[in-house]
């Protein structure tokens, strides 16, 4: 590999680049395949000044809806993911990924219903499928829903994912994608055993790892997007992952980088792994979240910031109304 090619170059030769971020104005100087969004980004998108039109506009849009109440938030709620989704879908040829509502994590027929809304406003704006995925958090129910979802050819990217059980349950419920946290696994350890790690031994890197290993090992299909960075360390060493997607601030550092890049993960090694199959039947992966104090916590509190992030962003309609 040539010194004299950046690193983001050299990633994007066997992962594919998505970008963390509601601000689409910055994708455009790193070029990712897909972007992904989430209730904070989206609010933090929300709250600068070049983007308050967005939300502006999806309110006057629907102020004589006749909708009035919980309804008409909801509904303006939606459109304004829609709206910044359309918007990154003009910057990136791939995918977009737009979040349910955390509220209803634990309700796979709510989730259902969002998701269904979901596509069918991006598709009456023309855009296919194929270049959305919804996320939901990966609870029992949101995997279940998500089992619905990907029958009616709508693509998932379960998200919130701390562990190999809910890994083991998205492949088997087929969803399109998962995105394991890697960042909020490193959060949790640290702040568990006071330890600083090496990239290499960091938690939330071995724990991508081996999701890599068991899907490619007992030939899933679902694709793995790394997630959730705090450093390119970790990216360096999930390098050869399906997909990363990694916030504005690290992909500059990898551009600014001309180091070599190695390949650290890929199917022919991992199917050389010594993963063990895992039994998932819904109380089986109730043990094992509550035996995984990690997975569970981050889970639960992941599912709150979002919650809460979402509150403050129905506030901020709430005020233009």
């Known amino acids: 590999m040539s ?6 170059e050299q990633l994007k030769q066997f992962t594919v680049v998505v970008a963390d971020t509601g601000d689409f104005a910055s994708l455009k100087q790193f070029a990712p395949r897909d972007a992904t969004t989430n209730p904070s980004l989206i609010l933090k998108a929300a709250q600068m000044p070049e983007y308050r039109a967005i939300v502006e506009r999806a309110v006057a849009d629907h102020r004589q809806s006749g909708l009035t109440g919980r309804a ?12 910044f989704g359309l918007e990154i879908l003009k910057v990136v040829p791939g995918r977009v990924s737009t979040e349910t509502d955390a509220r ?12 269904r809304l ?3 406003l991006y598709e009456k704006q023309g855009i296919g499928r194929e270049r959305v995925l919804i996320k939901i958090a990966t609870t ?18 379960l998200t919130l994912l701390f562990s190999l059980a809910q890994a083991v349950a998205c492949a088997e419920a087929k969803a399109k994608l998962i995105s394991p946290f890697v960042g909020r696994i490193l959060d949790w350890y640290k702040k568990s055993t006071g330890k600083n790690y090496a990239a290499a031994e960091d938690p939330g890197v071995v ?5 890599y290993a068991y899907y490619k090992k007992f030939g899933h299909a679902t694709e793995v997007m790394g997630a959730s960075f705090r450093n390119v360390g970790e990216i360096q060493e999930l390098a050869g992952c399906d997909l990363l997607t990694i916030s504005p601030q690290l992909l500059a550092e990898l551009k600014a980088c001309t180091a070599p890049l190695a390949r650290k993960l890929s199917p022919k090694l991992a199917k050389q792994s010594a993963v063990a199959k895992l039994d998932v039947a819904e109380q089986k992966f109730r043990w094992l979240m509550n035996e995984n104090a990690m997975a569970t916590e981050k889970l639960a509190e992941g599912i709150r910031a979002f919650a809460a ?12 109304m």
């Open 207 to 211: 724990s991508v790892r081996e999701i």
């Open 118 to 120: 979901l596509i069918s």
């Open 140 to 157: 029992w129910e949101g995997v279940r829903a998500a089992e619905v979802l990907q029958q009616e050819g709508i693509n998932c990217n």
């Open 3 to 8: 010194s004299a090619t950046t690193q983001l």
């Open 309 to 320: 992030d979402t509150v403050k962003l129905e506030q901020m309609i709430a005020g233009m």
């Open 104 to 115: 209803v994590a634990f309700d796979s027929a709510a989730i259902i219903a969002q998701g």
């Open 72 to 83: 008409q938030l909801d509904t303006i709620l939606n459109y304004v993911l829609v709206a």
